[in-house]
């Protein structure tokens, strides 16, 4: 794999675990950067597994852009957050002025993600921070998307719908 977590240590700092990671490879301009980032596992298994599971879309996602997937060259990857709002992963291409949001929807009973996910993005995604950027929106699922959603995404080329590892056509 060209883009992954080369390594992952946890640690307790302050009564709070914390796990460091580094992604070794974000793009082929410079294949040896190295992006060490840290992490507060919250003590609640819930949002411990959503922790794992954001690290985990941003490997799939810089893994689609390496092997021209998604056309993409990011030079960012990671989480956004602000007092209002919280986007699960956010990729920018600062040389092309681009931007990736996207939501990662993985339900327990395998419900397909709809519409409304979508929906919500785009309204989240209207902050200052992402003026004059170029955005594309994706969503990442392991239970597949509704027939209502896929049909957009024929229509919308900023949106990507990704399941498991593929980007859904």
Not at 83 to 101: G, Q, T, W, Y
Not at 144 to 159: C, P, Q
Request: charge should be positive.
């Amino acid at each position: 794999a060209f883009c992954r977590i080369s390594s992952t240590r946890l640690f307790k700092l302050n009564s709070r675990y914390i796990c460091k990671f580094s992604l070794l490879g974000m793009h082929e301009i410079n294949p040896w950067f190295v992006h060490t980032s840290y992490l507060h596992i919250p003590k609640n298994p819930t949002l411990a597994l959503l922790v794992i599971k954001i690290v985990s879309a941003s490997n799939i996602f810089a893994e689609l852009c390496k092997h021209r997937k998604i056309d993409f060259v990011p030079s960012r990857i990671g989480a956004y957050w602000n007092k209002n709002e919280e986007i699960d992963l956010v990729a920018i291409d600062e040389s092309h002025k681009r931007m990736f949001a996207a939501e990662c929807k993985y339900y327990k009973d395998d419900k397909p993600v709809d519409v409304n996910v979508y929906a919500k993005l785009t309204e989240k995604c209207q902050v200052d921070d992402f003026k004059g950027y170029d955005l594309t929106y994706g969503i990442f699922s392991k239970s597949g998307f509704t027939k209502h959603l896929r049909d957009i995404v024929k229509e919308n080329k900023k949106l990507i719908l990704i399941n498991e590892c593929s980007v859904v056509k």
